[in-house]
């Protein structure tokens, strides 16, 4: 199975910063790589899609990168509404892993 | 609009059973395969299950090592609902249950229902 990690874990952040992601699989999944917004109480939300596809609607703010193990989620400027926890997720092959997870805070 | 609407959560004891429907709606049904996602409580995604698109999906469903050999899932495009059978339940299967399109075959999920919620426990 692959394996997928997220760092950092958490991380606290103001209105403006840029913030990034990270995010690492166990083996090459090509970019076959997304990532999840979601809220409390809430389902995730799709952001973006094969490493660095936007999905519909998702703000410009938002963009994604890289291939084969190493990726990258990047909020250009953070919004009040950014705060929330993202997880990546892999594609490749079963079982569809997602990471644990990086709880992003208000500072 | 593309909806998932989930059902079927409770609260049930250790060992026993329970079936989770998912009435899809706004899309070709048959034309995806489907996925399950649960999240326990304070806890990250785990993805569950998925099955193929299509009728002929008797072999084509994949599991989570976790439930493997307890829970079934299924389809029936004539109505549009996808199921989770579950048995055997542990209380480590307590989670709020999402079932989950993808965007095509390889993409992200890009629809997800409001979940619901299972509770193991005696």
């Known amino acids: 199975d692959i394996q997928m990690t997220q760092s950092p874990s958490s991380l606290s952040a103001s209105i403006g910063d840029r913030v990034t992601i990270t995010c690492r699989a166990s083996?090459?999944?090509?970019?076959?790589l997304h990532w999840y917004q979601q809220k409390p109480g809430k389902a995730p939300k799709l952001l973006i899609y094969?490493?660095?596809s936007f999905q519909s609607g998702v703000p410009s703010r938002f963009s994604g990168s890289g291939s084969g193990t190493d990726f990258t989620l990047t909020i250009s400027s953070l919004h009040p509404e950014d705060f929330a926890t993202y997880y990546c997720?892999?594609?490749?092959?079963?079982?569809?892993?997602f990471g644990p997870g990086t709880k992003v805070h208000i500072k | 609009e593309v909806q998932l609407l989930e059902s079927g959560g409770g609260l049930v004891q250790p060992g026993g059973s329970l079936r989770l429907s998912c009435a899809a709606s706004?899309?070709?049904?048959?034309?995806?395969?489907m996925s399950w996602v649960r999240q326990a409580p304070g806890k990250g995604l785990e993805w569950v299950s998925r099955?193929?698109?299509?009728?002929?999906?008797?072999?084509?469903?994949y599991y989570a090592d976790s439930v493997k050999g307890r829970f079934t899932s299924s389809r029936d495009n004539s109505k549009n609902t996808l199921y989770l059978q579950m048995n055997s339940l542990r209380a480590e299967d307590t989670a709020v249950y999402y079932c989950?399109?993808?965007?095509?075959?390889?993409?992200?999920?890009?629809?997800w229902g409001q979940g619901t919620m299972v509770t193991v426990s005696s």
């Open positions: 989950a399109k993808p965007r095509s075959e390889i993409d992200g999920f890009d629809v």
């Open positions: 706004g899309f070709t049904f048959s034309s995806y395969a």
């Open positions: 099955i193929s698109s299509g009728d002929d999906t008797a072999d084509s469903a």
């Open positions: 083996q090459s999944i090509s970019s076959y």
């Open positions: 094969v490493a660095s």
């Open positions: 997720q892999q594609s490749y092959s079963t079982p569809f892993t």
